[in-house]
Structure formats: C-alpha cells, structure tokens
C-alpha cells in the first residue's frame, strides 16, 4: 500500500484481502458510500460503518481497452451502479468486451489481479 492510503482506504483493502466485498453506509442518513471515506458525502456525518454489499448493479457505462493479444487482449472497463445506490469503476468478466453492454445485470466477487484483491463483475450466468 502506498504512503498516500488513509486509514479508510487500507480498512476497504483488508477486507477485500479477505474476500470480504464491503461498503460503508451512514449511520445518520443511511445512504452507502463508495469510495471509502471518512465523512458522509450526503450529510457530512462521521457515523459510517462497514456493511456487507449485495454485490449486485446494472452496468451504466462500459469502454474496451484494446491490446494485442501477446499483451493480454482486448478488456472492458465498466462503470457499475451497484443497487445500494453507489458506482463503482471494474471489468465484467467471462465475457467478451464487446458482448459487455448498457443495462446488463451484473453480480460481483473479490478475485486477484497482478497479486492484489479487487471487485470484479460476472454476468448472473458466469458465477465464480
């Protein structure tokens, strides 16, 4: 972790080292929040706590990333608004990049690239 990570952003990383997929929600206005932080965007409030996330969303935006396929291949890049109400930037996998679109219903999982742990999305079909 870099020297610029606040204590927030390391606790969000743990979890997710963990397997645990997480978002913070407001114990004043009980709206979620993403990306992890230390006051509430909505109302300010410092009251925000760990809750599991349903790792359900819509994909609002996708672009595809092309490389040659010695670099890894093609890859989408996806803006997922996820049903508590947040977005969140990822890559649906188990899908070609141009079979992701606008509207597909997603589901998330912890998974591992280049050794760290982040949120990836499959389609309801491609469970991991």
């Not at 407001?26 to 925000?48: I, K, Q, T």
């Not at 396929?69 to 990822?90: F, H, I, K, P």
């Not at 597909?104 to 742990?117: E, L, W």
Request: proline share 4%; hydrophobic share 35%; glycine share 10%.
């Amino acid at each position: 972790m870099s020297d610029n990570e606040t204590g927030v952003q390391r606790a969000w990383q743990a979890r997710l080292d963990q397997g645990e997929f997480m978002l913070q929600q407001c114990g004043a206005c009980d709206r979620h929040v993403f990306y992890p932080r230390e006051l509430c965007p909505h109302c300010g409030a410092d009251a925000l706590s760990w809750v599991p996330a349903s790792g359900q969303g819509t994909v609002y935006s996708v672009t595809t990333v092309r490389r040659k396929d010695e670099a890894g291949g093609d890859y989408n890049v996806s803006l997922v608004d996820l049903d508590e109400g947040v977005r969140m930037m990822s890559r649906v996998e188990g899908v070609a990049p141009e079979a992701v679109h606008i509207g597909m219903r997603v589901t998330a999982h912890v998974g591992m690239k280049d050794g760290q742990a982040l949120v990836l999305f499959t389609t309801p079909g491609e469970q991991q």
